[in-house]
Each structure stands twice: as C-alpha cells, then as structure tokens.
C-alpha cells in the first residue's frame, strides 16, 4: 500500500515538473542554465562570493569590481563593463574573450542558452 502511495506521488511530481517546463517562461529557462553551469561557482545573492564573486546585479557593472572578491591579474586588466554584449561573447568562450581568466569553465555554446541567462541575470 505505502509502495503504491509512494508510487503515485511519482507520477504527481513527474506530471508537474512536465507541466513547469511546459510552460517556461524565458526567466526559467534561463535560471535552469544558471542552475547547470554556474551555481556550483556562483551565487546570485548580493556581495556573496564563492569560487566566483557574486552575479547579482553583474548586467551593466563593471567588470572585476567586487571588492571582496580576488580577480585573476587577466580579468582586472580587461577593465571594460559588463555589458549583455560583452557578456555574451565572455560566456560563449570565456578564455578566449579574457585570456588567462581563472574562471575554469569552457563556454555556452549555445547562443540561446546564453541569451536565456543573460535575461534571467538581468532580472535578479
Ligand atoms: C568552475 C567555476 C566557475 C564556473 C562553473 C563559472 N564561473 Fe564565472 N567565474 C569564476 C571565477 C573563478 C571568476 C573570476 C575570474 C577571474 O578573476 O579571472 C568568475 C568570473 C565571472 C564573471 C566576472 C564577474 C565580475 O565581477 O567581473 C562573470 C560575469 C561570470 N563569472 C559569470 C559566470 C556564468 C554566467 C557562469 C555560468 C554559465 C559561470 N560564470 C560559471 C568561476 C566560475
């Protein structure tokens, strides 16, 4: 009995999370890619850093400029403004973009994806 109970949430659970993506907006779509490829380094809570410094608020900021954060030499010299642009094309090849970058990841290649997160950052 407890078996077919437990059994039965199962699939209340499996057809709701079915139903969110269904109807995903571009902001959940785009908190889905944070949650993949950026949460284990980052978080979006204000002057919070982990491996990374905290992405709250990074749209428009200038780059390197949490001051509690210790930036590799690369990013601090890059010294430009995180701009969706410029976030776009970092995202997409991070060591290309800023060469030496001790941001170890290797890139969204999915131009999609990239816009999807962008706009979920844009909203924090
Ligand atoms: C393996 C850990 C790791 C992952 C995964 C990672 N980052 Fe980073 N990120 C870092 C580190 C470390 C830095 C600092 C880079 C430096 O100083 O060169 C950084 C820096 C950044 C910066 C610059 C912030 C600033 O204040 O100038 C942005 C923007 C950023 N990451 C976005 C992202 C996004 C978005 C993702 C997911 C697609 C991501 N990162 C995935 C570790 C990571």
């Given at each position: 009995m407890i078996d077919v109970l437990r059994?039965?949430?199962g699939v209340v659970l499996a057809v709701a999370g079915l139903a969110m993506s269904g109807?995903?907006?571009?902001?959940?779509a785009g908190?889905?890619?944070f949650e993949?490829?950026?949460r284990a380094c980052h978080s979006i809570v204000r002057m919070q850093?982990?491996?990374?410094p905290s992405l709250f608020g990074v749209i428009d900021r200038p780059t390197a400029s949490i001051s509690s954060f210790?930036?590799?030499q690369a990013l601090r010299s890059f010294s430009s403004v995180w701009s969706e642009?410029?976030?776009?094309?970092?995202?997409?090849?991070?060591?290309?973009?800023v060469p030496g970058t001790s941001m170890r990841f290797p890139g969204l290649?999915?131009?999609a994806e990239r816009a999807a997160l962008i706009a979920y950052l844009k909203g924090l």
């Open positions: 059994r039965g949430a109807g995903a907006s571009a902001g959940d908190q889905t890619v993949r490829n950026c850093n982990r491996v990374g210790e930036y590799s642009a410029i976030l776009d094309a970092f995202l997409g090849d991070p060591q290309a973009m290649k999915d131009p």
